[in-house]
């Protein structure tokens, strides 16, 4: 008798919910979600468990839960996953005291510092020839003050590492920061400092344009370390909220063969497994697509890549649960548009909006006309709204959640400021 399959997703965000309804869609299993609180995102789901665990920054307690998870599900083959950075860092640094009992599907320790490092990543990118930012790297612990000599403001200052600057606390903490001069950035240097972080903060050239120019990459790596599938897609707008700041809104999946190519030489020189995602912005200044970040994992909005087609999860069960070759065909079946080397060729809306609000931030008509015809055809998804989502009190959520976009927006990225960085993008 086979046993069943049991996904655990940490996490409460829209990333630990796209994940849970990728393994419902593939599977009809209801996957267990831990989060540190109940969250409107995964409460009243009929597509999962959730499970609150108050104490999950702490690895001990984390650890706790997924072996008390184990013992409810002795009948299962059971898989945790992340969905957030800092969490895949706590199950790869703790997989020796839950890899009896779950399969773990993240590289070891040194490569996931190594890469999710933004200065380690900036190295590797220098060594094989890949475009990154120009960067200087700031130890925010020793004090003094970064050479930005070879900077031109403004510029782009994040936290080298965002597992250890999710513990850290301040007032206008942001994802990512927008630093308009010196005396600015050096402020925010001392904020963070005086907050307890410890690491370093990397300091980047800024690439003019507005959301429109990042690109998205997702990538799966087999156990040899080869590069058999990837997902790229053209990031239409992006969430300003500062705790989410940076992350997708709109994606349009498409086909960029020489940005799949650069990558995959990036992941099979350090022998990488898995998934990798990787947030890129197009420079119009030279034409050149720049590589910012690998996250080891799927991302938050890795439902973009399900919603066209392919769902992701199955690599994970097809290899490392199945002990199958993750031949792309035959994990994802003979109907989903690949090219010989595993690239999606699909074209899909992906979006956590409302239409009309995405639409009015499109500011390029011909994508706006893309994106528009795409939702006329039905193929558009908003991961949040499932079929098998039935519950009437998840429902009313959904569309006070959905109303509250335009507010956010409106407050955090007037229309006003999107044309003015879309202009000294095209200047």
Known sequence: MSRRLQPVVLGGDIGAYSLARTFHEAYGVKPVVVSGMSTGLVRHSRILQHVVEP????????VARLRTIADQHTDADLI????????????????????????????????????TDKEGFGDLCAELGIAHPTTVVHDVAAGGEPDTSGLTFPVIAKAASTAAYHDVEFAGKKKVFLVETRAELLDLLGRVRDAGYTGSFVVQDYIPGDDSGMRILTCYSDADGRVRFSAF????????????????????????????????????????????????KFDPRDGRYVFFELNPRLGRSNFYITAAGANAVRFYVHEHLHGLDPDPRAVLGPQVPLSATGELQAEHLYTVLP????????LDPQVRGRARRLARRRRSTNPLWYRAETDPR??????????????????????????RLAWKGSA
Do not use: C, M
């Not at 959520?397 to 999107?418: D, G, I, M, S, T």
């Open 80 to 115: 945790v996953v992340g969905s957030a950075d800092w969490l895949v860092r706590t199950l790869v640094e703790q997989r020796d005291r839950i890899s009896d009992r779950y399969t773990i599907p993240y590289v070891g320790i040194d490569l996931l510092a190594q890469l």
């Open 394 to 419: 998840r429902i009313a959520y959904l569309l006070v959640a959905q109303a509250n976009q335009w507010r956010k927006f409106a407050r955090h990225y007037p229309v006003a400021e999107a044309r």
């Open 355 to 362: 239409g009309p609000l995405l639409r009015r931030y499109v």
């Open 55 to 62: 104490a999950i920054d702490d690895p001990d307690a984390i």
């Open 233 to 280: 897609g053209h990031v239409l707008l992006e969430e300003h909220t500062p705790g989410a700041l940076g992350n997708p809104a709109g994606i349009v999946t498409q086909v960029q063969s020489d940005v799949v190519e650069q990558a995959t030489r990036l992941l099979e020189h350090v022998g990488w497994t898995g998934f990798a995602n990787f947030d890129l």
